[in-house]
């Protein structure tokens, strides 16, 4: 009996040693329904279109006002303060001085040489003027202030008024008969290039860095004194000549946007269709794109960001059409400044193609600084044969199946 106990148990210390030289996997792998299995593909993606188009865009209240002349694109910045605060004393005051203060918060290298501060004669609101509305916007001829500086990147300036436009600011308040004083309107001479300046908007209304207007008056009875102001509407108008390339385009102020589609793989697609299997899962999604350092044109001032909005069918009256509330950021992979590249971590947005939740309608692009710059950011696009595979826009998806 001894020695058949004995043998049992070197048999089962034995066999213990066996099953523990096996390979862990195999021996788990053993425990899982094949049809419970995953299995992980990689794909990459090119895009099967690329379309870049225009949209009348409201600046509205941007964080930059935009003023001067790029090679074709033209800005101009309307500016109006709230004056409900002016004293009736002010009615038999005298005037002495009018300065506008701005702050310079977005330029190009080359700073602007001039630029012009004319009286607004029609109504206009921030967040409805857009560049269709320029031809109907009328503006005085009569030069109210002129900026004359380097204008160079956070400086600070003040522009002296002509005093003229003032009293008649104050005499539309005072009696309500006369017809609003609409603003101002900042606008290039011959030979600028674009600037920007701090804009009002709510966060920046009490800035020391938001536009503010201040006058200077003798009252009646012989007293000086000033008054500030520095809450209202600010906004900017751009016009650009654009030209179609086969690139990808998109630009702020202008409104020049792009949108990309792509098409899945056959693997994927069989996988898409099939009912009786469930939807894949993206466990990752990059979108990388080549900047034409070249052909792109960048100011100081703003972020070096482009947001990718889920595409949704597009018409000719509304090209781009995106669910606004699903995007995500695409910044530059690395430090060089010579056709960088962009990534962009779209894992939520091919799980949506994928689920079903949302059909295959591309991305939207667009810059982050949409409304606050004239940036021309250019991608190397699948439309051009002469460039280099490799600086092609790229989709890649790593995903798991049954």
Same mark, same amino acid.
């Given at each position: 009996?001894?020695?058949?106990?004995?043998?049992?148990?070197?048999?089962?210390?034995?066999?213990?040693?066996?099953?523990?030289?096996?390979?862990?996997?195999?021996?788990?792998?053993?425990?899982?329904?094949?049809?419970?299995?995953?299995?992980?593909?990689?794909?990459?993606?090119?895009?099967?279109?690329?379309?870049?188009?225009?949209?009348?865009?409201?600046?509205?209240?941007?964080?930059?006002?935009?003023?001067?002349? $790029?090679?074709?694109?033209?800005?101009?910045?309307?500016?109006?303060?709230?004056?409900?605060?002016?004293?009736?004393?002010?009615?038999?005051?005298?005037?002495?001085?009018?300065?506008?203060?701005?702050?310079?918060?977005?330029?190009?290298?080359?700073?602007?040489?001039?630029?012009?501060?004319?009286?607004?004669?029609?109504?206009?609101?921030?967040?409805?003027?857009?560049?269709?509305?320029?031809?109907?916007? @009328?503006?005085?001829?009569?030069?109210?202030?002129?900026?004359?500086?380097?204008?160079?990147?956070?400086?600070?300036?003040?522009?002296?008024?002509?005093?003229?436009?003032?009293?008649?600011w104050i005499a539309a308040y005072l009696d309500t008969s006369?017809?609003?004083?609409?603003?101002?309107?900042?606008?290039?001479?011959?030979?600028s290039v674009s600037t920007g300046f701090s804009g009002m908007?709510?966060?920046?209304?009490?800035?020391? /860095?938001?536009?503010?207007? *201040?006058?200077?008056?003798?009252?009646?009875?012989?007293?000086?004194?000033?008054?500030?102001?520095?809450?209202?509407?600010?906004?900017?108008?751009?016009?650009?000549?654009?030209?179609?390339?086969?690139?990808?385009?998109?630009?702020?102020?202008?409104?020049?946007?792009? *949108?990309?589609?792509?098409?899945?793989?056959?693997?994927?697609?069989?996988?898409?269709?099939? $009912?009786?299997?469930?939807?894949?899962?993206?466990?990752?999604?990059?979108?990388?794109? $080549? @900047?034409?350092?070249?052909?792109?044109?960048?100011?100081?001032?703003?972020?070096?960001?482009?947001?990718?909005?889920?595409?949704?069918?597009?018409?000719?009256?509304?090209?781009?059409?995106?669910?606004?509330?699903?995007? /995500?950021?695409?910044?530059?992979?690395?430090?060089?400044?010579?056709?960088?590249?962009?990534?962009?971590?779209?894992?939520?947005?091919?799980?949506?193609?994928?689920?079903?939740?949302?059909?295959?309608?591309?991305?939207?692009?667009?810059?982050?600084?949409?409304?606050?710059?004239?940036?021309?950011?250019?991608?190397?696009?699948?439309?051009?044969?002469?460039?280099?595979?490799?600086? *092609?826009?790229?989709?890649?998806?790593?995903?798991?199946?049954?």
């Open positions: 009996m001894k020695n058949i106990f004995l043998l049992c148990s070197v048999l089962f210390i034995l066999s213990g040693f066996i099953g523990c030289t096996e390979e862990p996997n195999s021996v788990g792998n053993t425990l899982i329904d094949e049809k419970d299995k995953f299995l992980l593909f990689n794909d990459s993606l090119s895009t099967v279109s690329d379309t870049t188009f225009t949209v009348a865009l409201v600046n509205g209240f941007g964080s930059s006002m935009l003023v001067g002349k $790029t090679s074709d694109a033209e800005a101009k910045t309307l500016l109006k303060f709230d004056y409900s605060t002016i004293l009736d004393s002010l009615r038999t005051a005298t005037f002495d001085t009018a300065y506008l203060r701005i702050t310079v918060n977005y330029t190009w290298n080359t700073p602007p040489s001039q630029c012009e501060i004319h009286e607004v004669l029609s109504p206009w609101s921030y967040n409805s003027v857009t560049k269709d509305s320029l031809p109907s916007l @009328q503006i005085g001829t009569s030069v109210a202030g002129t900026i004359s500086d380097s204008l160079s990147y956070s400086k600070e300036i003040y522009v002296k008024l002509d005093t003229s436009i003032v009293r008649k006369k017809p609003r004083f609409q603003g101002f309107a900042l606008q290039i001479k011959t030979g908007y709510p966060m920046n209304t009490s800035s020391t /860095v938001a536009p503010l207007l *201040r006058i200077k008056f003798t009252s009646k009875s012989g007293r000086r004194d000033s008054l500030d102001f520095y809450s209202g509407q600010s906004t900017f108008l751009a016009t650009g000549n654009y030209t179609t390339q086969p690139s990808i385009e998109i630009r702020g102020g202008v409104g020049i946007r792009s *949108r990309m589609r792509f098409t899945f793989s056959d693997n994927l697609k069989r996988t898409i269709s099939d $009912t009786l299997n469930p939807k894949p899962t993206v466990n990752n999604a990059l979108l990388e794109l $080549t @900047q034409n350092s070249t052909a792109s044109q960048l100011g100081v001032g703003t972020a070096d960001t482009i947001v990718a909005t889920l595409g949704i069918k597009a018409t000719s009256q509304a090209p781009d059409t995106s669910n606004t509330q699903i995007y /995500v950021y695409g910044k530059r992979n690395g430090t060089s400044t010579t056709n960088p590249v962009y990534v962009f971590d779209v894992t939520s947005i091919a799980q949506r193609w994928i689920s079903g939740i949302n059909e295959n309608e591309g991305i939207v692009l667009r810059t982050a600084a949409d409304n606050s710059s004239v940036d021309r950011m250019v991608f190397f696009s699948s439309k051009d044969k002469n460039v280099d595979a490799s600086k *092609r826009p790229k989709l890649y998806l790593m995903y798991s199946k049954k």
